[in-house]
């Protein structure tokens, strides 16, 4: 799971690795850097799918961290 926050005035830039997004009307930025594991079992229901457009940010900002990190 990675974190999503809301875009304000202490946002990092749009960036390839902090993309911005819009969920369910809210701007906000992935945040790669607080990544967490959660098991599959703790998912009960989905409550949305991120645009293709948005899951083509998200997939390029995982592969940048962790092949960099």
Known sequence: MMALNSVKGSAPPDHPLTPRLVVRGHSVYACPFDTATIPAFRFTEALETLAD?????????????????
């Open 53 to 69: 457009i948005d899951q083509d940010k998200v997939i390029p900002a995982l592969d940048e961290f962790v092949t960099r990190a």
